[in-house]
């Protein structure tokens, strides 16, 4: 059986090996990026099938790599885990703020979790909306 790809995006080194090394124990194949730029590269190259987004980075951050995601023909399929350590009320509040023209609005991301991800968890939820997508 092929193992699923999933795109971890954080500007951390320690959480994208952590977070790399819990997809790539549990048989997914990991690949990091450090920042929304290459992040966007690397999913033109691997087609994922998840991308797990950091918000917080420097550059673009991932809000605005998620905004380019979900308005390229290509990526906008992907699914998405945001993963933050800003609170989710906080995020979707600040989705919110950026949807005010309806004709600009982005649809809210597959799942969100806050850091540190519990690996369980966030394996749980991978699964599910890796899954919702394929069906």
């Known amino acids: 059986m092929k193992k699923k790809k999933v795109l971890v995006v954080d500007d951390e080194l320690d959480m994208r090996i952590f977070i790399s090394t819990v997809f790539e124990t549990s048989g997914y194949e990991a690949v990091a990026a450090r920042d929304g730029r290459e992040g966007l590269r690397r999913a033109r190259e691997m087609a994922p099938d998840l991308i797990v987004l950091d918000i917080m980075m420097p550059g673009e951050g991932g809000v605005l790599m998620y905004r380019h995601l979900r308005t390229d023909e290509q990526l906008r399929e992907i699914p998405v885990i945001m993963l933050s350590g800003v609170g989710k009320k906080t995020f979707y509040h ?42």
């Open 94 to 135: 600040y989705l919110s703020m950026m949807n005010i023209k309806p004709e600009d609005a982005i649809p809210e991301p597959e799942a969100y979790l806050e850091k540190p991800p519990n690996p369980e968890e966030l394996l749980e939820i991978a699964d599910i909306v890796i899954r919702k997508t394929t069906a």
